[in-house]
Structures are given as structure tokens and as C-alpha cells.
């Protein structure tokens, strides 16, 4: 027969074992469970779900527990709970020693080790909840890991971004006073160019320039020494300060940059690639692999899809960014393996030059392409003397070719007409200069009403020459290896790079008209 439950502890237990009440137990203090009200007896007898998964009956005896009495809940070390008088009895049947084996884990459990408790709920051991439990810690710690891992890379694109905004910061644009730019050239005098800007950034060099009109702003290939990578800075001709580096995934040094009016960018260079990229996006959109480095490509002038790569092999690769795998053609001339200089799309032929001459590649009436050598009317050519061409720019009408000769350069201006269908060179004028030969610079020339501006560098000093002699000449805080020059309808722009900065000329043609 079951006793009724105390009302109040008894301090003369039929038992003798000990319950501690030390601070310094292992357990924490029992807190005291206030009396059910009525507000929480119903919700505990709503939830009969959660009540199901209670324990309530002693694992000894199978009879519920009291809160208080003979019977009331005991706790071990290892969490396992008992009925007062019950582990007693165990403890005296099992153990004459003050230690004895909890009844369902064995662990070792000494008498001081027991706590009475008053909880308000206990639930029993599940081994399946603890092994899902288990497997859960294993998940986040997976996951954990993984998280570990992502912030490391993020640490290490924090780093890489950090250095780029210090680069930033060390982005110099440099605006020339009145009196320099009077220095330079008279103010007063027309169709003169002043420099506007100087553009440079410590850790960058560059390698080439295009120029954009239609969005103001002038392109540089740029490698970030401190990063190692290749790409382009964006800057704006009426604002330098205006400026924004794209990274690429250019491997090597990016060789040649050519724009398009659909705001793509065609780049090719030293690792056998030749990208399109977004310039408003700054996405590559389309990556071909190449046999060999190039130095020079082109977009077609009436077809947006083709697009032209000459490499030092002497090929021409021709591509359509509809293809996204290979190559549209693969135009070889056998007798000539020279390193191609340039390549422009004219009309129905692709005009070529290498370091020993140029030719054309044409569609012949089987829609087959052949090559031909391009004649030059008027030119005298001494055979007994070695030149190698330097440079070459062309214009709508007209072409322009620099021949290294010794220790001359020799510059050849050609008109280009059509007589009877046939495309015909014949040279307007010529210079020679006497100069020390750079390993490399991109010559430009434009066209200013009917006369043709030739714009050269020697070492740290660019030239521009007419027919009539030296229209202007100023000197550069470093040799220059690449110019260019575009227009709109209200200033023209200049631009000479260096490999440590870009400067930025204009002249206003709307007040020379």
C-alpha cells in the first residue's frame, strides 16, 4: 500500500544517506517549484502530446514520484532519477561501501553525489533522439568548418580589395596650371593641343591606350603589381579623377586594346588569348584560346560579329562571337612568318602588316581568301637597304607607315583611292627623323580638313608633323610607347602612355572651324 505523500520534508528519513547541501557540490542550488494553479494545470492538460513524452513513475519501483516524502525524486551525478527511499534500498542491497553503481548506467556514484530536486517536468532517456542529436552536432560541425573556410577566403578577397582601394588612393591626376599650359604652347595660337591631365597610379604599369569618343573615356591595359593581374582602367577624358579598374582573367600582358560603338572592348596580349569584354558590364563575355602570343586585333568595320587576331606566328585567326568554341578561319601565308604589327579590317579586305611588309587578305569569286601584296605608287624602295617596319595607322583615306632604317625612322603618308574598282596607295608625303629607335611605340596620325597630322614619339618627346614641317612637339615625363587620337564635335583628344602614366592633351576644333 503506497503512503500518501509528506506535506512537509522529513528530517528523520528511514534512511541514512546523506544529501549534500554544500555550495560546493557539483549540482546548482534547488530551485523551488511553486504549486500548479489552475491557469497552468489546462495547459498542461492541452498539451497531451508533449505530457506523453513525461516520465512520472520511478525506474525502481515503477510507482510515480512525490515532490516531497519518502518517495520524493533523488538525482544522481549522471542525471538519472529515483525515488528517495528506493535508490536507498538499492544502495544497501548492492553496496556497504559509500559508493555504489547507478541502477541503469552503472556510473560510480557516491552518496554526497545525490540531490534531491523538485522539477516541474522529467523526460526519459531516448537513445534514437540522442543519436540524432549526435548526428545534428556532426552537421554544424560540418558546417562550422565550411563557415571557417568561406571566412578565410573572404579574409583573403578582403586583403586583395583593400590593396586595390589603397591603389586608389595613391591614383594620381594631375592638372597642369595656366602657365605651364602656356609654357607648352601658346594659348592664343589655334589648333594647338594642351595637356589637360596626367593620369597614374602607383603599382601600375600599362602597356596600351584606345580611345572611345562615343563614351568620353580613354581605356589603358593595366597590371596591378601588387595583385598580379591584368585588366583595363576606365577613365574619363573631361574628369581623369572619374575612374574605375576591371579586372580581368588576362594571365599575361594585354598587348592590344580595340573598342567597339556597342560598348564592347576586343583585348588580346602575351597569353595566347583574345577576350571581349563588357565595358559597361565589366564582364568577359567571350574568350578564345590562341596558338601563339598576339600583339594586334580588330573588330570589322561593317560586320559587328567578326573579329581578327594576328600573332607573332603570322596568322590571322578569324573568329565570329557567334562560334564560341573555335575559329571561323585560319589565314596563313607560307612565305610569311613574321610577327604581325597590325591588322585593319577595309572594306572587303583585311589589310596586314608585319615587320617586313604589307599585304592583303581578300575573298576571292569562290568566296576563298587570298593574299596580295599591297603596291605602293610613287614610292621608291632601295632594294640594297634593310627597314623594318615600325608602325602602322590608317584612316578612312589614308595610311601611314613607319620604317625603322638604320638610325633613321623614315614616316611614308599615303592616300588611299579607288580606280576602276581597284584600291590604289600612292604616297602623299614623307620625313625622315634621326632618332634613337625605341623597342616599341605605337605612331597615330589623324586628319584635320584636308591635312594629315602625324603624331610620333621620340623617347620622352611626341612630335606632331604636317607636310609642311613640325606643327607642334612636347616633351613627356617618360618615353611613350603607345598614341592615340579621337575626335568629337567639339574637342579633339590626344593621348601619349607611358608605362607609368597617361596624359591626356585637347584641342577645342569647334573654335577653329
Known amino acids: 500500500m503506497d503512503l500518501p505523500p509528506d506535506p512537509v520534508r522529513s528530517e ?83 553496496s556497504k561501501n559509500s559508493t555504489f553503481n ?27 533522439y540522442l543519436d540524432e542529436l549526435t548526428l545534428e552536432l556532426k552537421e554544424l560541425d560540418q558546417r562550422l568548418a565550411q563557415l571557417a573556410t568561406q571566412n578565410a577566403d573572404i579574409q583573403k578577397e578582403m586583403a586583395e580589395r583593400k590593396v586595390i582601394l589603397n591603389s586608389f588612393d595613391s591614383l594620381q591626376v594631375v592638372v597642369p596650371s595656366q602657365a605651364t599650359s602656356q609654357e607648352m604652347v601658346d594659348s592664343q595660337t589655334p589648333q594647338k593641343f594642351t595637356l589637360k591631365s596626367t593620369v597614374s597610379s602607383r603599382g601600375e604599369f600599362y602597356h596600351a591606350v584606345d580611345l572611345n569618343p562615343l563614351e568620353d573615356m580613354a581605356v589603358v591595359s593595366t597590371l596591378q603589381r601588387a595583385t ?11 574628369d581623369p579623377s572619374v575612374t574605375e579598374f576591371i579586372p580581368t582573367n588576362h594571365q599575361n600582358a594585354i598587348r592590344d586594346i580595340k573598342h567597339s560603338p556597342n560598348g564592347m572592348l576586343l583585348s588580346t596580349g602575351d597569353d595566347k588569348t583574345l577576350k571581349l569584354t563588357s565595358i559597361t558590364k565589366n564582364l568577359v563575355v567571350q574568350s578564345y584560346t590562341l596558338e601563339a602570343p598576339s600583339r594586334t586585333c580588330a573588330l570589322d568595320d561593317e560586320n559587328p560579329n567578326l573579329l581578327y587576331c594576328g600573332l607573332t ?4 585567326m578569324v573568329y565570329d562571337v557567334r562560334n564560341t568554341r573555335s575559329y571561323l578561319s585560319k589565314l596563313v601565308d607560307p612565305e610569311r612568318n613574321g610577327s604581325l604589327l597590325s591588322v585593319i579590317p577595309h572594306g572587303n579586305s583585311i589589310l ?48 601611314v607607315t613607319s620604317k625603322r632604317i638604320g638610325r633613321r625612322m623614315e614616316h611614308y603618308v599615303n592616300n588611299i583611292t579607288n580606280e576602276n574598282g581597284q584600291r590604289v596607295f ?17 605612331n597615330a596620325h589623324f586628319t584635320r580638313d584636308d591635312d594629315v597630322f602625324l603624331c610620333y614619339a621620340e623617347e620622352d618627346k611626341v612630335t606632331i608633323q604636317t607636310k609642311d614641317g613640325q606643327a607642334q612637339a612636347f616633351a613627356t615625363d617618360a618615353p611613350v610607347v603607345d598614341i592615340r587620337h579621337t575626335s568629337n564635335s567639339v574637342n579633339e583628344f590626344l593621348a601619349t602612355l607611358s608605362n607609368e602614366a597617361l596624359c591626356i592633351y585637347t584641342c577645342n576644333v569647334k573654335n577653329t572651324q
Not at 516520465?55 to 533523488?74: A, F, L
Not at 634621326?434 to 611605340?441: E, L
Request: with cysteine.
Open 313 to 316: 606566328t603570322g596568322a590571322l
Open 352 to 399: 596586314c602588316t608585319d615587320q617586313y611588309a604589307s599585304y592583303t587578305w581578300e575573298l576571292d569569286e569562290s568566296q576563298q581568301y587570298i593574299t596580295q601584296p599591297l603596291h605602293f605608287q610613287n614610292q621608291v624602295q632601295d632594294k640594297d637597304t634593310k627597314e623594318n617596319i615600325y608602325s602602322v595607322s590608317m584612316t578612312k583615306n589614308t595610311f
Open 12 to 94: 528523520g528519513s528511514p534512511d541514512n544517506l546523506d544529501y549534500s547541501n554544500s555550495d560546493d557540490s557539483d549540482f546548482q542550488i534547488p530551485l523551488p517549484v511553486p504549486d500548479d494553479n489552475g491557469n497552468k494545470r489546462r495547459m498542461e492538460e492541452s498539451d497531451s502530446q508533449e505530457d506523453d513524452q513525461d516520465t512520472t513513475v520511478c525506474s525502481i519501483c515503477q510507482k510515480e514520484w512525490t515532490n516531497n516524502g519518502y518517495h520524493s525524486i533523488v538525482q544522481m551525478k549522471c542525471g538519472h532519477c529515483f525515488g528517495k527511499f528506493c535508490i536507498n534500498e538499492y544502495k544497501r542491497d548492492k
Open 426 to 442: 600612292s604616297e602623299a608625303w614623307s620625313c625622315a627623323v634621326f632618332q634613337v629607335i625605341p623597342s616599341f611605340c605605337r
Open 228 to 238: 598580379g593581374r591584368y585588366g583595363f582602367r576606365k577613365i574619363n577624358m573631361y
Open 102 to 128: 547507478c541502477p541503469l548506467c552503472g556510473q560510480l556514484t557516491k552518496k554526497r553525489e545525490l540531490r534531491k530536486i523538485w522539477p516541474s517536468k522529467l523526460i526519459p532517456e531516448n537513445q534514437a
